[in-house]
């Protein structure tokens, strides 16, 4: 049986402190966090050149920082309800910033690629832990909605920013800088944390939940890891049934020690909210077909357009700027019309965006092809991802906001990895074959790529209507989401979802 909920406690934060100190805070890190996913790209090749690194070693530079942060995200959340919020935001900044300065330092692949490792479990103390301090700062409704609104935008913004400074960074003083920059932001932030943020945790912490802890940690890495090596194994390999059947065993295990411990790491009431089930399904689907989409439109622009990889980042910022007004747009509506007509609005956009992007000549041009499709997708982008943050957080108790943040940022890593597996497989089907054929020419090389591309923007595309379906069918309509202290959530009448509670 799940301990019944307990209340949240508190220590206030230094004289003066003020919500909005705290919310620059807090997104601050996330957007270091979110920066340090794209920052590696443009800075791939001179990684290489230093360091002497094979084509497959340099993949795990970025899949060891994702597979790691995916893999632990709902521990660091319940380590953050348990042990302390700002404890383990503390702890998060300082070993990002270890990690850091380790990356920059490394002379030799593996150490770099270990080092990224610790980068990404910085990274999943630091998410969950800044969120659910958002969120407890926050009270439910227009305050938290406008908060949500900006953390919202920082995915698809810092994602751009970070091409870009790594482009930046990688042609200017050197591909070390990339990692060196998070260092004194790092440590400015362990050291500025205790003079503006509260302390907060769960009042009455039960014995720590280790088996379920290690069970569920354990089933995401393996899932993570072996969905990003999916298309490169073949999904028929051993190597990827069997990481797939591991982490599902794993996942089964989870479940039954979570019936029967006391103070369990996923209380099973939080799943009885639909609204925040339903977003967390749809966070999977959505960011598996977003994650897709900016894969590929890099290597489109590159392949096919023939942009430089710095032109390709600058190419993004009007998409960057869609998406801050999208997020501004959902949050100021929220308060008007239910998650589900806001998460279903932003669909429509980005599908339309995808299809556009599908529907991109060889010989087309930036203001003509591209420019259009960007600004649907980003509109579209900033509107579904704040909603569904929003809708993640409906009915959950401040108890379990590290949970619940957790969990939302966990969809979105393993919907990820899942949507580029499944997309890049789709993309590059027959693919081999087809630039065997080409007998080396420029233009059916060319050809070839931008066809492999188009593929992948009409399956994310359709990855975007089933997402669409889902919302439409499964997600409530005009009904808020209670739950009594210790009890079930229930379904009450209500005009919105944000005003659930």
């Known amino acids: 049986m799940a301990a019944p909920a307990t209340p949240t406690k508190r220590s206030g934060p230094a004289a003066g402190s003020s919500p909005g100190s705290i919310l620059a805070f807090v997104c601050m890190g996330q957007f270091m966090v979110f920066t340090d996913v794209s920052v590696v790209n443009l800075a791939l090749p001179s990684i290489q050149d230093s360091l002497g690194m094979s084509d497959v070693s340099l993949g ?31 702890i998060g900044f300082a ?20 080092s990224r490792a610790v980068q990404g479990f910085g990274a999943s103390m630091i998410t969950p832990a800044a969120l659910s301090i958002l969120t407890n700062t926050f009270p439910e409704g227009a305050e938290r909605n406008k908060a949500l609104g900006i953390w919202g935008s920082l995915a698809g913004i810092a994602s751009i920013v970070g091409v870009i400074l ?13 990692f060196w920059i998070n260092v004194p932001i790092g440590v400015g932030a362990v050291l500025l944390a205790p003079r503006l943020l509260p302390e907060s945790r769960a009042e009455q912490r039960g014995r720590f939940d280790t088996p379920g802890a290690v069970t569920l940690t354990s089933a995401l890495l ?24 591991g ?101 429509v956009l980005a599908v339309t965006g995808l299809l556009l992007l599908w529907q991109a000549p060889v010989d087309g041009s930036y203001a003509l092809n591209l420019l259009p499709a960007f600004l649907l997708l980003g509109l579209g982008c900033g509107m579904v991802f704040v909603t569904l943050q929003i809708a993640a957080f409906a009915g959950v108790g401040e108890e379990h906001a590290g949970v619940g943040a957790g969990l939302i940022n966990t969809s979105q890593e393993a919907g990820g990895a899942l949507g580029l597996a499944v997309i890049s497989t789709i993309a590059y089907n027959g693919m081999t074959s087809e630039m065997a054929a080409t007998g080396g020419s420029p233009e059916l090389i060319t050809e070839v790529q931008a066809a492999a591309n188009q593929d992948a923007f009409l399956a994310a595309a359709a ?34 979802v944000p005003a659930e509670k």
């Open 247 to 347: 982490s599902a065993a794993l996942l089964a295990a989870f479940v039954i020690i979570e019936t029967r411990v006391k103070s369990p790491m996923m209380p099973p009431r939080v799943f009885l909210l639909k609204t925040m089930r339903v977003a967390n399904i749809s966070a999977v689907l959505v960011f598996g077909t977003f994650t897709a989409l900016f894969f590929f439109a890099s290597l489109f622009m590159q392949q096919v357009y023939g942009y430089t990889p710095l032109k390709a980042g600058f190419a993004y910022v009007p998409l960057a700027c869609a998406v801050a007004a999208g997020a501004g747009v959902a949050s100021g509506l929220t308060a008007r019309f239910t998650a589900r007509v806001l998460v279903m609005a932003g669909l």
């Open 166 to 178: 790594g482009g930046v960074l990688a042609d200017g003083p050197g591909w070390e800088w990339i």
């Open 95 to 114: 070993v990002f910033a270890l990690a850091s300065l380790a990356s920059g330092l490394a002379d030799d692949a593996t150490l770099l690629i270990a």
């Open 60 to 90: 795990y530079v970025i899949t060891a920082y994702a597979t790691v942060i995916g893999g632990f995200l709902l521990l660091g959340g319940r380590l953050a309800d348990t042990f302390g919020r700002r404890r383990m935001l503390q």
């Open 222 to 245: 393996l899932l993570i890891f072996t969905l990003g090596e999916a298309t490169h194994q073949g999904w028929g390999s051993f190597r990827t049934v069997g990481g797939l059947t």
């Open 463 to 496: 990855g975007g209507l089933i997402a669409l379906l889902v919302v439409a069918v499964q997600m409530p309509r005009g009904t808020r989401q209670t739950a009594a202290p210790g009890g079930p959530a229930q379904d009450a009448p209500g005009p919105a």
